[in-house]
């Protein structure tokens, strides 16, 4: 068979391209800018027992040229820009491969890879250049917005902070007078107890009067209160909308979760 007729009428456009061998139902799945160009050099590797998918090597090596056809599996869309059409064919590859297992034996051993083409990757460097710029502008955007909330928050605290050494003292003093109130009211002190001692109803009293300004005071505390509980939440979150924080806990969490490409060299060029 002539690398002619092996092509057959494959036009020279982008797009996914299978290599089948009807008698095994194997199929080998790729993607290329010119299917017509790339399907000639699997065959010259092929020919020269050089391909570097093993197992259709073995085939062609153990089958008569005749049992393999090609096959353009899916045409890539007109207009896209390189770096689109780049995404678009690795994601399209990885979704031939999975549908294409059901029925087959899918020889392909890697997972799809985008290709760095040059006019893709100069893009993609245009995108992330732009990317960073507008980074830098929310960064300064949230720093703004928590130096602003940093300072109401200490001015909450400065006013805060004589009501809450006051409720100190009154929580203090309430608990004090309760456990004064607890002993008067044993058999033993209401019997021998010094005639000094206030009287129980007395203590009762003095202690629901502190108990009410207690309350006062916190119905006063509790509207700032939950001002700064809001603007301390708010102040948080913020440090997570950060780009670089979020960016750094995408990579923790792809790599808690995916554990691909362990070793070599990863594409500079992202599929989104």
Request: hydrophobic share 35%.
């Amino acid at each position: 068979m002539t690398e002619a007729a092996f092509i057959g009428a494959i036009p020279q456009s982008s797009g996914i391209y299978l290599i089948s061998h009807r008698a095994s139902a194997s199929v080998y799945v790729g993607q290329s800018l010119n299917i017509r160009i790339r399907l000639g050099q699997h065959y010259q590797m092929l020919v020269s027992r050089t391909h570097y998918n093993k197992p259709l090597q073995h085939l062609w090596n153990t089958h008569p040229p005749e049992s393999f056809s090609v096959s353009l599996h899916m045409g890539c869309p007109q207009g896209l820009s390189p770096l689109a059409r780049q995404r678009w064919l690795v994601k399209a590859e990885r979704q031939a491969t999975q549908t294409l297992k059901k029925g087959n034996t899918v020889l392909n051993r890697i997972d799809p890879e985008i290709v760095e083409t040059p006019d893709a990757l100069a893009e993609f460097k245009e995108l992330e250049a732009a990317q960073d710029k507008a980074n830098k502008g929310k960064a300064t955007s949230i720093s703004r917005q928590r130096r602003d909330m940093k300072q109401q928050l200490e001015q909450l605290h400065q006013r805060l902070a004589p009501l809450r050494i006051q409720r100190g003292g009154y929580a203090a003093e309430i608990a004090q007078r309760e456990e004064a109130l607890r002993k008067s009211r044993r058999f033993f002190c209401q019997l021998f107890g010094s005639r000094r001692a206030e009287p129980v109803s007395e203590q009762e009293e003095r202690l629901a009067a502190l108990k009410a300004q207690l309350r006062q005071l916190d119905a006063a505390l509790k509207p700032d209160e939950q001002e700064c509980v809001r603007l301390t939440e708010k102040y948080r979150r913020l440090y997570f909308s950060f780009p670089k924080v979020q960016q750094q806990l995408d990579k923790r969490l792809n790599r808690t979760l995916f554990r691909a490409y362990t070793s070599g060299k990863r594409p500079t060029i992202t599929e989104d």
